[in-house]
């Protein structure tokens, strides 16, 4: 798995969000993932709360998956926990703000703009993580890669959370591994 891609993808959305910097003008759509429960972005009962390796930042916090490993550190602002069979990874990163005030509609929207993906990941409707508005993207990002990513500025740090899981991760297991962690998801 390319992680390289985060750091890159996360410095150009500080700098996007901290030229922008208003606030969202519209109310944020009716949250469509959940906010600390156990209940999945689908609306059924989640198939357990993910119990592995913590993954910590600063100003957030989540739990991987029993039995997935933590990763390799690409970059000081993120931190990450790998799939058994390397097939996926979820993490956790903050990194700068600089002032931005941009909201979770608006900072999805600078998000999809400047991805450095091959194809872009979809936009979807603003979600819920403990409490908090957050973007919500999702979708095939190359040939080889599904990307799941949520992401809000919290104390002028824009903080994400991403789920990457090459094609061969059944799809399936994929929402699963999402609602298992996003109930773990806490701000600190």
Do not use: K
């Not at 500080?14 to 759509?29: F, I, K, R, V």
């Not at 100003?59 to 097939?87: C, E, F, M």
Request: charged share 20%.
């Amino acid at each position: 798995m390319r992680r390289v891609v985060v750091p890159v993808v996360l410095g150009t959305l500080a700098l996007l969000a901290g030229c922008g910097g208003s606030a969202d003008p519209a109310p944020a759509p009716a949250p469509s993932s959940p906010s600390g429960s156990s209940v999945s972005p689908s609306g059924s009962p989640s198939a357990g709360v993910a119990s592995g390796v913590d993954l910590v930042r600063p100003h957030s916090t989540v739990t991987a998956p029993s039995g997935w490993t933590r990763g390799r550190a690409i970059s000081s602002d993120a931190t990450a926990a790998d799939s058994p069979d390397r097939l996926a990874y979820v993490e956790l990163a903050e990194i700068e703000a600089f002032g931005s005030t941009m909201g979770a509609a608006e900072l999805g929207r600078t998000r999809i703009s400047s991805s450095i993906d091959a194809r872009p990941p979809r936009l979807l409707p603003v979600a819920e993580l403990d409490g908090v508005p957050v973007y919500h993207v999702a979708g095939l990002v190359n040939d080889e890669q599904y990307l799941e990513e949520y992401g809000a500025i919290r104390d002028d740090r824009i903080v994400t959370l991403t789920f990457s899981f090459n094609t061969r991760f059944p799809a399936g297991r994929r929402q699963q591994v999402v609602e298992q962690v996003l109930p773990t998801f806490r701000w600190r």
